[in-house]
């Protein structure tokens, strides 16, 4: 069994920073991408990034390229999500996944398990 445990969140000014983690147990880590999705009130959950078991390759969301940056500890079985020039639009509960690949074909697909979350809200 997988626990995948998000932390980080929080109420942050626009054009501030947070850093986001994701912390997993339960498989070997380093074997498989994790993703970050969020989840505004009344809308759909979309991808917002992902990073591939070692670290080699990253893919983000075309709204957040440039502004937000996924990185990983293997060692740590941590994976991070720098968040920059936060504007309130990426107000959202975060979530982090863990693919069933080492790399990621399709972000919406193959996914096998998720955290609870972490809210983070941006002010105007």
């Known amino acids: 069994q997988v626990q995948l445990v998000e932390s980080g969140g929080g109420l942050v000014q626009a054009g501030g920073s947070l850093r986001l983690s994701c912390a997993a147990s339960?498989?070997?880590?380093?074997?498989?991408?994790v993703g970050w999705f969020r989840q505004a009130p009344g809308k759909s959950r979309e991808f917002v990034a992902a990073?591939?078991?070692?670290?080699?390759?990253?893919y983000y969301a075309d709204s957040v390229k440039g502004r937000f940056t996924i990185s990983r500890d293997n060692a740590k079985s941590t994976v991070y999500l720098q968040m920059n020039s936060l504007k309130p639009e990426d107000s959202a509960v975060y979530y982090c996944?863990?693919?069933?690949?080492?790399?990621?074909?399709?972000?919406?697909?193959?996914?096998?398990?998720w955290g609870k979350g972490t809210l983070v809200t941006i002010s105007s």
């Open positions: 990073i591939s078991g070692s670290g080699s390759r990253t």
């Open positions: 996944a863990l693919y069933r690949n080492t790399f990621v074909y399709d972000p919406q697909r193959d996914l096998d398990y």
């Open positions: 339960g498989r070997t880590f380093s074997m498989y991408a």
